[in-house]
């Protein structure tokens, strides 16, 4: 069975500090496939990142960034320079096969001005 | 307007109640997915569709029936409605691929049982 752990309920920081959020997985498979979800208080969910398995280059969008570590089975984001619009509930995913996602359990950020 | 809509927003119902969640995807994606958000747990798979026609369960389908008549339509019904459904309900949907398609969720309804 696949499993997602984020292991940090909440974080604060402060704005244009660097963050760093943590997730760990389990999967028997090979080939599978990472995300990282933003939900803000309005309640939609809003992809921030994507990383592909058998990619060993970490995944970058902008201020964010990955740390895949493929043996270790550790998927963290790192958002640099942080903006008060980073403040949201962050969701690590996994998918492999069938489209499902598979969700960890969320992490609550607030940037502080 | 372009996008996946869940309706309604928000929704009170009394124990023992059918209740019908609505979800429309203007896209035309292959796969459809209801998922439950509660606190600590992250949001849950609760049924999923591969196409019309085809479902199947998720992690916690448990007192919930859907149907895929149509591509765009994936309604998830609540039989008798307990207050352990209490919850905020995600629909989504994908396009058939390799597997980092993005998925895109609607704006969610947040359902009260009392």
């Known amino acids: 069975a696949q499993t997602v752990t984020q292991s940090q309920p909440e974080m604060s920081v402060q704005e244009a500090e660097t963050v760093t959020l943590s997730c760990t997985y389990d999967t028997s498979e090979n080939n599978y496939y990472l995300f990282w979800y933003k939900q803000p208080p309005s309640r939609q969910m809003i992809l921030v990142i994507r990383q592909e398995a058998y990619k060993q280059q970490n995944a970058t969008e902008n201020r964010f960034s990955v740390n895949f570590q493929k043996a270790a089975k550790s998927f963290s984001l790192k958002i640099s320079d942080s903006q008060l619009g980073d403040t949201a509930m962050y969701f690590c995913?996994?998918?492999?096969?069938?489209?499902?996602?598979?969700f960890g359990q969320g992490t609550r950020l607030t940037i502080n001005p | 307007d372009a996008g996946i809509t869940q309706s309604p927003r928000y929704k009170i119902t009394e124990t023992g109640r059918q209740v019908t969640l609505m979800c429309h995807q203007t896209?035309?994606?292959?796969?459809m997915f209801w998922y439950r958000q509660d606190l600590g747990h992250g949001l849950r798979l609760i049924y999923y569709s591969a196409a019309a026609d085809i479902t199947d369960k998720g992690e916690v389908p448990d007192g919930y029936v859907v149907s895929r008549s149509k591509t765009e339509n994936f309604p998830l019904t609540l039989e008798s409605a307990t207050r352990s459904q209490t919850s905020v309900y995600f629909c989504a949907s994908s396009e058939r691929g390799r597997g980092n398609t993005e998925a895109f969720f609607g704006q969610g309804t947040r359902l009260t049982v009392v």
């Open positions: 896209w035309s994606h292959s796969y």
């Open positions: 995913a996994l998918r492999q096969g069938a489209q499902k996602l598979v």
